[in-house]
């Protein structure tokens, strides 16, 4: 079993829709909660990390962590076609200095 | 900054050539990782190094990966010899420091063996 499970999509929704990405983690261990987006033929970036459980908002991105039941989620209000992008989870183990990958959402959103 | 900067951006090679990809870091980071993305699996880590010491290789394949950071400016990944499995992404990302969970990643390099 890998020790982060994503939500594998693909996703389309219409242009305005909240979407959420979700995943789930095994790992006690890992320490910091991260979301990237990586557009077609480039490389991920970070978009948005959170440290404790909770919500933490950034414009029309929310990032929820909850520890006790390992899962993690990116909402997106108001969904825009510039949205449309993969969204990779990635949880940091401070101690092994490495970041784990989910294996990504595909998302699609139409005008 | 320019960023992460890889090279080349695409590379065809023929099964059993070698094969060497690039990666100059940004300027002032400590950590580098090589990852490896296909449809498959994913993004997986290959390799990481913090100043220039390789920390975790555990991700690398098997011996025909090789990666090395002779200096804080510079990285390669070598694969010899290449197979068509061996087609994907590979990315190169760098980190300011070991504490500090933020990776920026370069462009990357779409490997294709035929």
């Known amino acids: 079993q890998k020790e982060v499970e994503q939500d594998p999509g693909p996703l389309s929704v219409p242009e305005g829709a909240i979407v959420s990405l979700n995943c789930t983690y095994s790992n006690s261990a890992f320490q910091y909660f991260m979301w990237y987006r990586q557009y077609s033929r480039k490389g991920p970036e970070l978009l948005m990390y959170t440290y404790s459980s909770g919500n933490k908002e950034d414009g029309r991105f929310t990032a929820q962590v909850d520890k006790s039941s390992k899962y993690i989620s990116l909402f997106i209000r108001d969904s825009q076609p510039s949205d449309s992008a993969t969204y990779l989870c990635a949880l940091w183990n401070t101690n092994a200095g490495k970041s784990t990958f989910g294996d990504g959402t595909t998302l699609t959103v139409k005008p | 900054d320019a960023g992460v900067i890889q090279s080349p951006r695409h590379e065809v090679t023929e099964m059993g050539q070698e094969v060497t990809l690039r990666c100059k870091p940004i300027?002032?980071?400590?950590?580098l990782f090589w990852y490896r993305q296909t449809m498959m699996r994913g993004l997986e880590l290959l390799i990481y190094?913090?100043?220039?010491?390789?920390?975790?290789d555990s991700g690398m394949p098997e011996d025909r990966f090789s990666a090395k950071m002779p200096n804080a400016s510079f990285s390669t990944l070598k694969i010899q010899p290449s197979e068509p499995r061996d087609s994907a992404v590979y990315f190169c990302a760098s980190r300011r420091d070991r504490e500090v969970a933020e990776a920026f990643f370069g462009q990357g390099t779409r490997l294709t063996v035929v």
């Open positions: 190094f913090n100043n220039n010491v390789p920390i975790d």
């Open positions: 300027s002032g980071h400590n950590s």
